[in-house]
């Protein structure tokens, strides 16, 4: 029943900007933490930034001052703003939420993945 979705992904030019989002639908308990992921073509799955449900957050050292991640608790939706983007940041972006279900019982969600191209 609970499905994430991400979205917003696409084709920019080497210090463009993006705006990805990612939604949770379905009957759920609450949305606690949640984050950003990439994928490179021949490459391992990196974290990017996450953020808790209070706000605090974190991010990968390749992306610091550059992308900003941020939610809105009563929309159950998060955001990750890409600025100055690279060629390095073309990958496949992900969103995962922490989704409880009930009281106690939180498990992992994934989106199903959107496309970042940064080319001339």
């Known amino acids: 029943q609970v499905q994430v979705v991400d979205s917003g992904g696409g084709l920019v030019q080497p210090g463009g900007s993006l705006r990805l989002s990612c939604a949770v639908s379905?009957?759920?308990?609450?949305?606690?933490?949640m984050g950003w992921y990439r994928q490179a073509p021949g490459k391992q799955r990196e974290l990017v930034a996450t953020?808790?449900?209070?706000?605090?957050?974190n991010y990968a050292d390749s992306v610091k001052g550059r992308f900003t991640i941020s939610r809105d608790n009563a929309k159950n939706t998060g955001y990750l703003q890409m600025n100055s983007l690279k060629p390095e940041d073309t990958a496949v972006y992900y969103c995962?939420?922490?989704?409880?279900?009930?009281?106690?019982?939180?498990?992992?969600?994934w989106g199903q993945g959107t496309q970042v191209t940064v080319s001339s």
């Open positions: 995962k939420m922490a989704i409880a279900r009930s009281f106690y019982l939180t498990d992992d969600y």
């Open positions: 953020i808790t449900r209070n706000g605090n957050t």
């Open positions: 379905g009957s759920i308990f609450s949305v606690n933490a």
